[in-house]
């Protein structure tokens, strides 16, 4: 079954190269990242790994916990993380979930249930597991992003997006498109303008159905 905008996620029990972790209790009450490739000691996922690294001080900002997910071992995620750290002059402190028995990339839907891992496989076997996963602390997706293999993922966009839904959750707000934090933010229409007004302030009114308030954050 598909997982869709909204779906409570699915919880699990999984080695990481931290320990065993409960998933719905890793989250705990906070917002989490769940980001996923398809191989260690990749060139691309290196990088990106790097970029999560780099970004651990953003993450706490914003109450945010960060794990990555691999269809290896632990062993070789300790390994690679020396190489991770060695790019991106920052230490990837986030666990690292060893998946090699795709479960977790199967709740997900990133594989078809009937997938496997052939002897010698190549990070194309498991080509789909590069997906982005942002989770808000009722345990419910908020967002989710799958990257072909051959393109890099924008971080600053995953943050950019994680402002987006922690300004607007459980609000009746939205955000128009380039938004970045501290912007003005659109009224959802199920406000009258009166009620608007009330609780936002002056509307910016650029049509009928498209009113802009300033950011209330």
């Keep these: 079954m598909s997982l869709r905008i909204n779906d409570t996620v699915p919880d699990f029990t999984a080695e990481t190269d931290k320990g065993s972790i409960s998933f719905h209790d890793w989250i705990g009450d906070s917002w989490a990242i769940l980001f996923s ?3 260690d000691f990749t ?5 990106e790994f790097g970029a999560v690294a780099q970004l651990a001080d953003e993450w706490a900002k914003r109450n945010t916990k960060v794990m990555g997910v691999s269809v290896d071992g632990v062993a070789d995620h300790k390994k690679w993380k020396t190489d991770i750290a060695s790019v991106a002059g920052a230490s990837p402190d986030f666990p690292i ?6 479960k977790v990339s199967k709740a997900f839907d990133m594989l078809p249930a009937d997938a496997y891992l052939p002897d010698g496989r190549t990070p194309a076997d498991s080509a789909t597991v590069r997906s ?3 989770i808000s602390p009722d345990k419910k997706l908020q967002l989710t992003m799958t990257y072909p293999m051959t393109v890099g993922r924008n971080f600053a966009e995953v943050l950019r997006a994680l402002d987006g839904l922690q300004r607007t959750w459980q609000q009746p ?3 128009p498109a380039n938004w970045i934090a501290g ?6 229409l199920a406000l009258d303008d009166a009620a608007a007004e009330q609780k936002f302030g002056k509307l910016d009114k650029k049509l009928p159905y498209l009113r802009y308030a300033k950011n209330p954050g």
């Design 43 to 47: 060139p691309v996922c290196t990088t």
């Design 132 to 134: 982005v996963f942002i």
């Design 97 to 102: 979930i060893a998946d090699d028995g795709l």
């Design 173 to 175: 707000l939205a955000t």
């Design 37 to 39: 490739h398809p191989k």
């Design 183 to 188: 912007q003005d933010v659109i009224v959802a």
